[in-house]
């Protein structure tokens, strides 16, 4: 057995690999990043047995041709006898890969899974059998989360009337964004709280949300009639729907259900541009906030957790 980076057609070819549990990208979704360019020979490892049968792989993702920004792809065939070790050996030698090219490793991964993934040993063991793979390369943060989405045919939730939307300055949102972080219940904001000053995690949010492919021109700030600013709504997107992006009540204002009609608000927005769906994401931590997805008609589809490094 050898692990290696891929020709074009080899990785083109490992697109559809036997595992024991989806915990990942479906083939035809691999597919379709690799068709992109998303997903590309030098940011990726294949395990190749005697026989030259693709027994494992590693794909890292990044949203134009220039760097990675996530482990996108990491599965074993299904058969081999010490899954984890490959999986390990693995990212092992996708990291050197990486680094070599200047990449900082480790990145992070996210595993897909059935919401009920606790009631399916395979689902649950292939799940644990990663988490110690990734712990052992470096990515020891656990964080699960909950994928939502609404579709076209479900109606959509009223638009109350009680906050006007207007677009802002980048300064307002770097300032509105920093003052949300305080009292957040997002995992991912509490754990940069430790290290990073709200400003500059305001900051790093501002860049993250113009990289994606949403418009600059889809950001509003939400307030009151007698405009009070009581909080932010970031339509957004991914490369294949419409996104709720980022929305965040203020500190203060909390508690006043501000949260169901930005979220009215971000969906009815991009309905009215005819995304035949919008999907979220929430922290299973946030239940305030996948209870808001509830109310509003959005629907679970899946549970992800989250592998990174500190």
């Not at 009540?249 to 009215?264: F, K, N, Q």
């Amino acid at each position: 057995m050898r692990i290696a980076q891929p020709s074009a057609t080899q990785l083109a070819s490992a697109a559809t690999l036997s595992v024991p549990a989806e915990t990942g990208l479906s083939a035809d979704e691999v597919a379709t990043e690799i068709a992109a360019g998303r997903i590309r020979p030098e940011w990726s490892v294949l395990a190749i047995d005697e026989s030259g049968a693709v027994i494992g792989r590693a794909m890292w993702w990044g949203r134009d041709t220039t760097v990675p920004i996530a482990l996108d792809v990491w599965d074993v065939h299904a058969q081999v006898p010490d899954r984890g070790s490959l999986a390990r050996a693995l990212l092992d030698a996708g990291h050197e890969a990486l680094s070599r090219r200047g990449v900082a490793v480790p990145l992070p991964h996210t595993m897909r899974l059935p919401n009920d993934w606790r009631d399916h040993a395979t689902v649950a063991a292939e799940m644990h059998l990663k988490t110690r793979a990734a712990a052992a390369a470096g990515m020891t943060r656990v964080n699960e989360r909950l994928q939502f989405q609404w579709d076209a045919d479900r109606p959509l939730p009223p638009a109350l009337g009680s906050l006007v939307f207007a677009p802002a300055d980048d300064d307002t949102f770097v300032r509105l964004f920093a003052a949300a972080a305080e009292g957040s219940l997002d995992v991912m904001t509490r754990r940069e709280l430790e290290s990073s000053s709200p400003d500059e995690l305001a900051r790093a949010e501002i860049d993250y949300y113009r990289a994606c492919p949403g418009e600059r021109s889809w950001w509003h700030t939400a307030a009151t009639t007698d405009r009070t600013v009581v909080g932010v709504a970031i339509p957004s997107a991914t490369p294949t729907n419409r996104n709720v992006g980022y929305l965040a009540v203020l500190p203060e204002h909390r508690g006043r259900g501000y949260v169901d009609e930005i979220l009215a608000f971000i969906t009815r927005f991009h309905a009215e541009q005819g995304a035949p769906r919008v999907t979220a994401t929430t922290d299973a931590a946030n239940a305030p906030m996948a209870a808001a997805f509830r109310r509003a008609g959005f629907r679970c589809t899946e549970t992800r957790i989250e592998l990174e490094a500190p």
